[in-house]
């Protein structure tokens, strides 16, 4: 089956810089459309970035513009966030999520991501 292992996460200051990392299993991953989607406590998950693909194409939650990266590298079947400029209101638990697509769409919605990994925390602290 499907697995996503996110790793990479942990505590950081503001203005520091995390990668993190999703390995991918089970799955052709060059088919799929990945994510990263964190949950802060107390809130709802919230879409952060998308990648195609192939990774032609990207998007970004307005609050990380400009300050994280998405990518991929499909002959190693994972994909990256790397996350600069870090803000305390980053602090979360972070989801690398994939779905099934087709060209080189990017889903922007958290609900369109069928496969999940566990989660990795990332604390910015102040």
Not at 22 to 35: E, I, P, V
Not at 54 to 78: H, P
Request: include cysteine.
């Amino acid at each position: 089956q499907v697995q996503l292992v996110e790793s990479g996460g942990g505590l950081v200051q503001a203005g520091g810089s995390l990668r993190l990392s999703c390995a991918a299993s089970g799955l052709t991953f060059s088919a799929y459309a990945m994510g990263w989607i964190r949950q802060a406590p107390g809130k709802e998950r919230e879409f952060v970035a998308g990648i195609s693909r192939r990774g032609g194409t990207t998007s970004y939650a307005d609050s990380v513009k400009g300050r994280f990266t998405i990518s991929r590298d499909n002959a190693k079947n994972t994909a990256y966030l790397q996350m600069n400029t870090l803000k305390p209101e980053d602090t979360a638990v972070y989801y690398c999520a994939a779905v099934r697509s087709m060209g080189e769409v990017v889903r922007t919605r958290t609900s369109s991501y069928d496969n999940w990994g566990q989660g990795t925390q990332v604390t910015v602290s102040s």
